[in-house]
Nanobody
Framework: QVQLVESGGGLVQAGDSLRLSCAAS????????MGWFRQAPGKEREFVAA????????NYADSVKGRFTISRDNVKNTMYLQMNSLKAEDTGVYYC???????????????????WGQGTQVTVSS
């Protein structure tokens, strides 16, 4: 059983920064690619960013490229999402997810992830 716990969300103004964290336990952290997804009110959950097992390769949604940075620390069993230049449209619940360990690479597809955290709320006021 894998547990994923997100933290770092909050209420900020447009242009501010936040750093989200995802603490993982229950499975060897370095054996899983990881991802961040978000869900805005009234919308479907969408891909934000993903990172492979080693952290050497990343993938971003076009809407966050150049503003968000995903990273991981395989010693601390933690993944991060540094969010800069936040916009009102970045508002939503942010979820971290762990990909099935047979896959080395990252993925933008929700169905490729088998464990999810409970989410952390990010609200950006304009």
């Amino acid at each position: 059983q894998v547990q994923l716990v997100e933290s770092g969300g909050g209420l900020v103004q447009a242009g501010d920064s936040l750093r989200l964290s995802c603490a993982a336990s229950g499975r060897t952290f370095s054996s899983s690619a990881m991802g961040w997804f978000r869900q805005a009110p009234g919308k479907e959950r969408e891909f934000v960013a993903a990172i492979n097992r080693s952290g050497g390769n990343t993938n971003y949604a076009d809407s966050v490229k150049g503003r968000f940075t995903i990273s991981r620390d395989n010693v601390k069993n933690t993944m991060y999402l540094q969010m800069n230049s936040l916009k009102a449209e970045d508002t939503g619940v942010y979820y971290c997810a762990s990909r099935r360990p047979q896959y080395y690479s990252e993925s933008h597809r929700m169905g490729d992830y088998d464990y999810w955290g409970q989410g952390t709320q990010v609200t950006v006021s304009s």
